[in-house]
């Protein structure tokens, strides 16, 4: 056995042990043997759910079509001007102490695909004034493969923000990079939760690990012990979930995924989501059964560096108990 093999298993026995300490021995052997068996499949562990990311092909088709509108170099342009969106969710019986709490809420900022994009995030990041940073999912380019690059990627964002990060897993994302995300200073929240606190009154964050292509969400662990009237904030990739969710109680909902398309009709109207949920829940503010949701954009972009009719952003969440 050469040395290098050795440091490979030793390496592989301390990250089993590490993950087995921080989710549980079931949990871990569950999310790593699911990831092995489907990492890079075309179609989802539901049978249903296409994934076009997993196709060898799909850049090139899209790059061609795109070239053959003449719309290829305004849709590379497009991927790297990103906005500042600003949303105000108004909750009647928040704790006064939480009034005006801002949240800066990043996702699917696929980190390794593009140098220049993650630059742009960082720069769009530094002016802006937040209490909390909320990450939901997708921080490698593929769904498969090396996450070194990745890590790489996100070491250099956690530098730039500043005070605490919360965040949960997208399909894109291995249960790997668990250990080393939280050795940077990330929390991940993998079917938990934490309360925040400002003297004597709280929030309650929760957190599910990646519910759309893995299907390891927990929502009953995640909110069992938020207490009956708590203030509460689900944070998950997907949309996908905003039934479940809305029946067990949470009063806020934040995720990406669906990048609002990505490429998108004039108007903003996508061709595709890639995600089972209405379409008026593939982007931006919306409500359901009395729990408020956002469903963000996204800062990066996943197959191919483009956008059309669809800018990627970052997001202010303000806090309020209304007028």
């Not at 769904?143 to 005070?163: Q, V």
């Not at 997907?238 to 934040?254: K, N, Q, S, V």
């Amino acid at each position: 056995m050469t040395a290098r093999v050795r440091v490979t298993e030793d390496q592989d026995e301390l990250l089993h042990y590490r993950l087995s300490l921080r989710l549980g021995p079931v949990h871990a052997r569950q999310r790593l043997g699911i990831e092995q068996e489907t990492e890079a499949r075309v179609f989802g562990r539901d049978k249903r759910s296409f994934h076009l990311e997993n196709l060898t092909n799909a850049p090139g088709l899209i790059r061609f079509c795109l070239q053959a509108v003449g719309l290829l170099r305004r849709a590379q342009a497009n991927s790297l001007k990103l906005t500042t969106e600003h949303n105000t969710f108004v909750l009647p019986d928040l704790p006064s102490a939480f009034e005006g709490f801002r949240i800066l809420h990043l996702t699917d900022l696929h980190v390794d695909m593009d140098e220049a994009n993650l630059q742009a995030v960082i720069r769009q990041i530094a002016p802006l004034d937040y209490d909390l940073c909320v990450l939901t999912g997708d921080y490698r380019q593929r769904t498969w493969g090396p996450i070194d690059d990745a890590l790489d990627g996100m070491a250099r964002l956690r530098k730039a923000i500043y005070g605490d990060a919360y965040a949960v897993l997208g399909n894109h994302d291995s249960v790997r990079m668990v250990p080393a995300l939280e050795d940077m200073g990330y929390r991940l929240l993998m079917n938990e939760m934490v309360p925040l606190e400002r003297g004597d009154s709280r929030l309650y964050l929760a957190g599910v690990d990646d519910a759309h292509y893995y299907k390891v969400h927990n929502l009953h662990r995640a909110g069992d012990d938020i207490p009956a009237g708590g203030i509460s904030l689900l944070l998950s990739h997907t949309p996908e979930i905003w039934r479940e969710a809305a029946h067990a109680g949470y009063d806020l909902f934040l995720c990406g995924h669906t990048h609002g398309g990505q490429l998108c009709l004039p108007g903003g109207i996508p061709l595709t989501l890639d995600s089972d949920c209405p379409r008026r829940l593939g982007r931006g503010l919306w409500q359901v059964n009395g729990m408020q949701g956002y469903t963000s954009p996204g800062a990066g972009t996943s197959v191919l560096n483009v956008r059309l009719n669809c800018p990627p952003e970052v997001t202010i969440h303000t806090l309020t108990r209304g007028p």
